[in-house]
């Protein structure tokens, strides 16, 4: 026992400085929020072209202004700059924090980095670098929207002359000056420039522009067609992105406040007080739990699987889209598979287990458990994440995975995502953290502790300090619906319905911006 217990503290010592580092480099990386927040923006800069077929005057400006607003253009110009200033922002401190960490006299153009955490603020720096790039091609066209041609012509001509910046974004400012300067100077290049280099509403206003231009009414009038068949899709989209999450969230609140009531008039007979102060028969110790989490999920999960696949020279931003979420996939069954084994062979003395673990009952009201958290936990984190975002400022760093979705049009890979997310994640990580982790802490704690310290450790394990608060807050919501319903199928049925949406709401924001 003794040599076991020296193995784990190393293992723990180990698992506890990668995860630090993970959760320390997080810190200067952005967020996936603002990009978000651009990818609706856009779409609803596309759907500005709905003419609202079928429906009378005025229930189209009555749907079109609470939809999109009264000035949409101004809106989205507002957003950009926003999100613009932020990445000027985040760009200052990478690179700050890089010349920290590397002498001055270190060459970093060749991409070389001393370490990991150097390694990936340079990515950072380069991408953020290529953001502001990509955001000042679209100011431009919103500020010439807005009639406000100098400011645009200014936007372009800083980012056409930018020192090294000979590449596609200058080349393209170059056309974008052309053709609203007067007189314009429309090349031969220009229409293959905006259409390689600008997507959705930004392309049809340079191409609306360059026709003009050109005087070509044939092609004018195709391509307002165009823009109207596919504004009638980013409209659904947007109702979807939009309209159906704040559906969700008053129904939510409405659900939220019957549940407070009636735990005020029934008291202990409440639904919120079912199994409330009911804790797990444990057989085991602390050690068995502690051997699962560090062993089972970090250990192998964080280090010896990253390890493992980079020795055989495999890395996700190796493959192409459909390699990346097979790799996804497969990376996370791996684990999977690696955790529960462990979980197993650690508990496997105690079989037959007391009466209560791992239970998967079909029957029962586990559905309405599931939805009903899914509904409570939307308000909640809606809430959680405005105030969350007000600490960071577009800081803490994101799953890596959403920024992937997000820029996903392959319908095959996103279905690999898609499973990956709604189906293994909440099968694997409700059986861990909320089938073996939760209860096995309430042999220490009351309910209402294990559930907190079993929602912060679920929150840690996802490596991003900006989720901390917010994935704890959903830990504690799945939480709360498994002690009360007593059945793992309700919070997987939550988990799965947290993730599935979010996963479809990336893919058709993303899918609006092309």
């Known amino acids: 026992m003794t040599v076991k217990r020296i193995i784990l503290g190393f293992l723990t010592l180990l698992v506890s400085l990668i995860i630090g580092q993970s959760l320390i480099s997080s810190w200067n990386e952005p967020q996936v929020t603002s990009r978000l927040q651009l990818y609706q923006t856009d779409l609803l800069l596309q759907a500005t072209a709905w ?17 999109l607003g009264d000035d949409p253009v101004a809106s989205a110009l507002k957003e950009y700059e926003e999100v613009r200033k932020e990445a000027e922002t985040n760009l200052t401190r990478s690179q700050d924090r890089l010349t920290q960490l590397l002498p001055e ?14 390694r990936k603020l340079q990515v950072t720096v380069q991408q953020q670098a ?32 930018i020192q090294g910046n000979v590449g596609e974004i200058a080349q393209t400012a170059k056309v974008l000056i052309g053709l609203w300067n007067t007189p314009p100077t429309v090349g031969p290049e220009a229409k293959n420039q905006i259409q390689q280099n600008l997507t959705g509403w930004f392309r049809y206003r340079a191409l609306a522009q360059l026709y003009q231009r050109q005087q070509q009414e044939p092609a004018l009038t195709s391509l307002e067609a165009e823009e109207q068949g ?12 939009g309209f159906v999450p704040t559906l969700g969230c008053v129904i939510g609140i409405g659900l939220i406040g019957f549940l407070l009531i009636q735990r005020f008039s029934r008291g202990q007979q409440s639904l919120l007080m079912q199994n409330a102060d009911a804790g797990w028969d444990t057989p085991w110790t602390g050690e068995i739990i502690w051997q699962v989490l560090v062993v089972g999920f970090f250990f192998i999960g964080q280090i010896v699987l990253p390890l493992l696949l980079s020795s055989f020279g495999v890395g996700f931003s190796s493959f192409s889209s459909r390699g990346r979420a097979l790799y996804a996939l497969i990376y996370y069954l791996l684990m999977a598979s690696g955790g529960i084994l462990v979980l197993y062979w650690s508990i496997r003395s105690f079989r037959p287990l007391p009466s209560g673990w ?22 909640l984190m809606l809430g959680i994440s405005f105030l969350n975002q007000q600490f960071w400022q577009g800081q803490g760093g994101s799953n890596p995975l959403l920024q992937t ?10 279905t690999i995502f898609f499973l990956t997310a709604a189906i293994a994640a909440p099968l694997f990580e409700e059986v861990l953290f909320r089938g073996f982790l939760l209860p096995s802490l309430t ?12 929602s912060l450790i679920f929150a840690t394990a996802h490596l991003s300090l900006s989720e901390v608060l917010p994935l704890t807050v959903l830990g504690a919501v799945l939480g709360l619906v498994y002690t009360r319903s007593r059945n793992l199928l309700a919070p997987m049925l939550l988990h799965s319905a947290w993730n599935s949406v979010t996963m479809v709401g990336l893919f058709l924001l993303g899918g609006g911006s092309n």
């Open 405 to 414: 979705v997000l820029e996903e049009n392959d319908k095959i890979a996103f």
């Open 358 to 379: 791992f239970r998967f009952k079909r029957r029962g009201n586990w559905v309405w458990w599931g939805l009903g958290g899914y509904l409570a936990a939307l308000p």
């Open 130 to 161: 290529q953001l502001i790039e990509q955001l000042d091609l679209r100011l431009g066209i919103l500020q010439a929207e807005q009639k406000e041609i100098p400011k645009a012509l200014e936007t372009w001509k800083d980012l056409a002359k």
């Open 105 to 118: 006299a270190v060459a970093i153009s060749d991409g070389k980095a001393i370490d990991p955490l150097t």
């Open 51 to 67: 003419r609202g077929e079928g429906f009378s005057e005025a229930q189209v400006k009555q749907v079109r202004s609470a939809l």
């Open 443 to 454: 042999r220490y704690v009351p309910v209402w502790g294990a559930i907190a310290a079993s």
């Open 230 to 241: 596919i504004a009638e899709e980013m409209f659904l989209r947007l109702l979807f992105v």
